[in-house]
């Protein structure tokens, strides 16, 4: 009966400290960067191989990843979808990845362009005056430009007639 007694009570007193041992957790943290830019990767997930338990970095490639004691020596799996996927030991911290080059099809553009052959058509001498200078004069519109253009010469006597 004694025997009995003081296992309970051993069973008892230990039972707690059971608990606490397996409900110890490892937190892990760490900043994801890109091997090229060193920039912050945001977004990325980071998970535990084979396992549910993971997190997301932040907008700074920040992340806190809190898991089980029992999961310690698992390995650690970074993916985002611009990167190719990067496995490591859990007391590794700092890792860099790598861009994944993704081939796409070239984009052909093509141009048709008819020049105006203004000069050509008429008889008598002109002048073209293109829309960046015209802009750059200063002119509000076609009639100013003529007012100010000496080689022009503009009657407004017409009668209509």
Do not use: C, W
């Amino acid at each position: 009966m004694k025997f009995r007694i003081t296992f309970f009570l051993s069973f008892i007193l230990l039972f707690p400290l059971s608990l606490s041992l397996f409900s110890q957790q490892v937190i892990i943290k760490g900043k994801i960067l890109d091997v090229n830019t060193h920039r912050a990767v945001p977004h990325a997930n980071i998970y535990v191989k084979g396992t549910k338990v993971g997190t997301i970095s932040d907008f700074a490639g920040k992340f806190n990843l809190t898991i089980p004691k029992a999961h310690s020596k698992m390995v650690l799996l970074f993916q985002h979808i611009n990167y190719d996927i990067k496995e490591i030991a859990i007391n590794e911290i700092k890792k860099y990845l790598q861009p994944r080059v993704i081939p796409l099809p070239g984009v052909e553009v093509e141009a048709v362009g008819e020049h105006l052959e203004i000069k050509k058509d008429l008889p008598q001498m002109i002048s073209v005056v293109k829309a960046k200078e015209f802009e750059l004069r200063g002119f509000v519109d076609a009639g100013d430009l003529l007012r100010t253009d000496h080689s022009v010469q503009v009657d407004e006597d017409l009668s209509g007639k």
